[in-house]
């Protein structure tokens, strides 16, 4: 049915076919970690996943970069029995478009992982717990950027003994830190793919961002994100994953979740027109897996890695030109076409800015009805681009 296709986009993961590999968790620790904002963070733990196997001169290394909602959960099950297989299942595996019987595939969880309360992720963030003082950070953990997830992953694949990656993969906030890879370690970015991406944060993007961190600060249990030991603030949590539920799908995706049976639109109708406490069926809807996705997240972690996308520009150098101006990559744009969340022309305006400083860079849209989650859950139309692109 289109619901259930559509309750599997909207929970952002793939409803592409599901592979049979399986994956475990793996843990990296640090001792200390000086953020890109320069202040220590200590006894940082970060989780990752891998497919496939590392040859013995460690250059055929891939690395995933996820998306703002995501973990390092990439492809494959913990478990035979998951429902669900990682978000780019349908373009990782054996003989897929990031084949593991040629690459060694690696994603790392980013610190202030949304997932917090997620098994299945190990980060470091405001809900960890501060060695100095045995309580949760809350806000006094420092800002972290885009550059501060790049620079743990690059210490994740030091420890692996990897001293340059074959390419970098990342979708959404996995495509910033996929290009800003490319700019900061030059030499050790030889391809870069942006899926649904952008070179930078500008002004409008920058204020959507901010919708999502809003109902979280009104939220009387928020407390000035001191809310560990008491209630946390799920409303306000739910009321931001809403926002970007909504942002990341398509007008046309949701009237047609609307026109299904399974969401009984006139009752809806009658329901609000006699009563102001009552909400539209899709509403409901919308409203009713937020609240699922809430259990398992981070209100405070949302606000950290909301500021992380605000602050984002390639190279972080203050202007998109002067941060790629040292990138090496030949770099590979797969906008969406209808995304209202990374719209078009931020990959656009990335792709154009590195042709005109001379760069390899090419740039092919997405289709399809989901808008920004084309990017996941629709990925696989462009498979035979991507698989081509990496064998060059």
């Not at 890109?36 to 196997?53: L, P, Q, R």
């Not at 340059?164 to 700019?183: F, K």
Request: aromatic share 8%.
């Amino acid at each position: 049915m289109l619901y259930k296709s559509i309750a599997l986009a909207c929970l952002l993961l793939s409803a592409a076919p599901q592979g049979e590999t399986l994956v475990t968790k793996k843990q990296f620790h640090a001792d200390t970690f000086t953020t890109f904002g320069g202040s220590i963070i200590n006894d940082v733990k970060i989780g990752y996943e891998s497919y496939g196997k590392l040859n013995k001169q460690k250059d055929n290394a891939i690395l995933i970069t996820h998306y703002f909602s995501a973990n390092s959960h990439a492809a494959g099950k913990y478990a035979s029995d998951d429902p669900q297989a990682g978000y780019w299942d349908a373009i990782i595996g054996p003989g897929k478009a990031i084949d593991t019987d040629h690459y060694f595939v690696i994603s790392v969880d980013s610190l202030v992982n949304l997932n917090a309360n997620d098994p299945n992720t190990i980060t470091t963030g405001p809900a960890s717990i501060n060695p100095d003082t045995g309580k949760p950070y809350g806000l006094s953990f420092p800002v972290v950027t885009i550059r501060d997830f790049v620079n743990i992953q690059k210490a994740v694949l030091e420890s692996l003994g990897i001293k340059q990656l074959y390419g970098v993969v990342g979708a959404s906030m996995g495509s910033m830190q996929a290009i800003d890879w490319a700019a900061a370690y030059p030499d050790w970015v030889p391809r870069m793919i942006s899926v649904v991406g952008s070179g930078e944060t500008d002004d409008w993007s920058s204020s959507l961002l901010e919708q999502w961190a809003i109902p979280i600060r009104l939220d009387p249990n928020w407390r000035q994100g001191d809310y560990y030991a008491s209630s946390p603030p799920l409303e306000g949590l739910t009321a931001a994953l809403m926002f970007i539920t909504q942002a990341a799908l398509s007008p046309e995706f949701f009237n047609q979740v609307a026109s299904t049976s399974d969401i009984d639109h006139q009752s809806s109708q009658q329901a609000i027109l006699q009563d102001i406490h009552q909400s539209p069926a899709i509403v409901c809807w919308l409203r009713e897996r937020a609240q699922q996705r809430a259990r398992l997240m981070d209100a405070n972690h949302l606000l950290y890695l909301v500021r992380a996308n605000q602050l984002f520009v390639a190279g972080h150098q203050g202007e998109l030109a002067k941060g790629l101006q040292n990138v090496k990559a030949k770099s590979l744009f797969l906008p969406a076409s209808n995304d209202l969340l990374l719209m078009p022309y931020l990959a656009k305006r990335a792709h154009q800015t590195l042709l005109a400083l001379g760069k390899q860079s090419e740039l092919i849209e997405l289709e399809g009805n989901l808008g920004h989650l084309n990017g996941v859950s629709l990925i696989s139309q462009q498979g035979d681009k991507i698989k081509q692109f990496l064998a060059q």
